[in-house]
């Protein structure tokens, strides 16, 4: 099974009772983090300071730099995990961390393109929507 793994940025209460409003309540969706977890390894895209790679790899559901908040069954695929290994190598030269962009390149739109080359998903729109608003703002602005 393939599962995307869901996290409140940081550790920030005020982001997490946001998130709360914004997606338990009104259901647009929040300031979330994004992984794939696949074979009992998580992986992810972030930000770096110098010229690499930022797709990363955590244990499931225990990235240290956000708060877990769910898991979402996104398919079963067939790929052993040298399979997946090998998708992540491809994956890695197209994720520079120096390109990471909080709106337009950022983990979740990693996670989409993971969840593609596993053959699953897509992310439920929840996920990403709060972004994708802010996107779209910054775009017109």
């Known amino acids: 099974p393939v ?6 940025v940081g550790h920030f209460a ?9 997606q338990d309540v009104l259901k647009q969706g929040g300031v979330f983090h994004c992984a794939i977890e696949v074979h009992g390894k998580e992986w992810s ?5 110098r010229s690499t790679s930022g797709v990363f790899l955590n244990a499931a559901r225990k990235c240290d730099l956000h708060t877990y908040r ?3 069954y996104m398919g079963d695929c067939a790929k052993d995990m040298g399979d ?13 961390g120096l390109e990471y962009d ?8 990693f996670c989409e393109a993971m969840a ?5 998903g897509p992310l439920p729109q929840w996920v990403h929507h709060l972004g994708d608003v802010g996107a779209r ?4 602005v």
Request: proline residues 2%.
């Open 116 to 120: 593609s080359q596993l053959g699953v």
């Open 84 to 96: 997946v290994r090998e998708t992540v190598r491809v994956l890695r030269p197209q994720w520079n």
């Open 3 to 8: 599962f995307a793994n869901v996290y409140d």
């Open 102 to 109: 909080l709106l337009h390149k950022n983990c979740c739109h």
């Open 137 to 140: 703002l910054n775009d017109n």
């Open 14 to 22: 005020v982001l997490h009772k946001l998130n709360q409003a914004t």
């Open 45 to 49: 895209f972030g930000g770096t300071k």
């Open 70 to 72: 769910e898991s979402i």
